[in-house]
C-alpha cells in the first residue's frame, strides 16, 4: 500500500464549478496535512495546512481531514480556469530516531478547468 | 520576505559528468530539504538538514550524490557521475519546524531542471 495515494486524474470540472480532489495515506501516526497546487514547468506552491479533524477555509479552499478514515480532501469552490494544476497531497510525521518531521508527497491529481 | 533561492534553473550535462546545485533557503529557517522530482510523480526527499546536522538521508544515492550545508545556510548539492535516470527536477525547500505541534510548513524554490543526456 502506498503511503499516500491520489487519483491521478486528470480531473475535469466546468467553470463555476466544485472540484473536489482526494486523499488517503496509510500511516495512522501522521500528524499534519498539505495541500500544494503545482503550475506546469513550476515548483509546488502551499496553499492549505490542516492539523486537525473536521474542514478549514480559506476563500475558496477549504480541506477536509478525517483521521480515522485516513482521509484528506480539498474542495475547490467557483473553480477558475487558473486554477487547473497538479495539486499534490502532503502528509507529514514525526520520526523520534532521527528527530525530525517528514514529509511525504503523493503524485498529485490533474485538475482541468474548462471555460 | 525573500523565499527560497536556487541556482542555476536549468542544466544539460552528458551521462557521467558531474553537477552541483545551489540552494539558498527562507531567512531563519532551520531545516532545508533537497527533493527530487520526476515527470508525473510527486517530490521524493533526498536529504534533510537541520542547521549543519544531517537528520534523513535514507533515499539519497550516497555512490553519486552528496550535500553538504555549512554555516546552516546555503547548501550544497552534487552528483558525480550523472547518470540518465537522474534526469529531474531537483527542488529545495525550507521550513520553520514547530515541534511538538506536528507543523512543518515547507516552502519551496523555483527547483533546477537537469537533463543527463
Known amino acids: 500500500q502506498k503511503e499516500v495515494e491520489q487519483n491521478s486524474g486528470p480531473l475535469s470540472v466546468p467553470e463555476g464549478a466544485i472540484a473536489s480532489l482526494n486523499c488517503t495515506y496509510s500511516?495512522?501516526?501522521?500528524?499534519?496535512f498539505f495541500w500544494y497546487r503545482q503550475y506546469s514547468g513550476k515548483s509546488p506552491e502551499l496553499i492549505m495546512s490542516i492539523y486537525s479533524n473536521g474542514d478549514k477555509e480559506d476563500g475558496r479552499f477549504t480541506a477536509q481531514l478525517n483521521k480515522a478514515s485516513q482521509y484528506v480532501s480539498l474542495l475547490i469552490r467557483d473553480s477558475q480556469p487558473s486554477d487547473s494544476a497538479t495539486y499534490l497531497c502532503?502528509?507529514?510525521?514525526?520520526?523520534?530516531?532521527?528527530?525530525?518531521?517528514?514529509?511525504?508527497f503523493g503524485k498529485g491529481t490533474l485538475l482541468t478547468v474548462n471555460p | 520576505e525573500a523565499g527560497v533561492a536556487q541556482s542555476p534553473r536549468y542544466k544539460i550535462i552528458e551521462k557521467r559528468q558531474s553537477v552541483a546545485f545551489w540552494c539558498n533557503p527562507i531567512?531563519?529557517?532551520?531545516?532545508l530539504y533537497w527533493y527530487q522530482q520526476i515527470l508525473g510523480q510527486g517530490p521524493k526527499l533526498l536529504i534533510q538538514?537541520?542547521?549543519?546536522?544531517?537528520?534523513?538521508d535514507s533515499q539519497l544515492p550516497k555512490d553519486r550524490f552528496s550535500a553538504e550545508r555549512l554555516k546552516g545556510v546555503d547548501s550544497t548539492l552534487k552528483i558525480q557521475p550523472a547518470k540518465l535516470e537522474d534526469s529531474a527536477v531537483y527542488l529545495c525547500?525550507?521550513?520553520?519546524?514547530?515541534?511538538?505541534?506536528?507543523?512543518?510548513?515547507?516552502?519551496f524554490g523555483p527547483g533546477t531542471r537537469l537533463t543527463v543526456l
Open positions: 502532503a502528509v507529514n510525521r514525526f520520526y523520534s530516531g532521527g528527530s525530525n518531521y517528514k514529509l511525504t
Open positions: 525547500a525550507s521550513s520553520l519546524v514547530v515541534e511538538g505541534q506536528g507543523i512543518n510548513e515547507q516552502f
Open positions: 531567512s531563519g529557517h532551520a531545516t
Open positions: 500511516d495512522r501516526g501522521s500528524q499534519s
Open positions: 538538514f537541520q542547521n549543519n546536522g544531517v537528520v534523513d
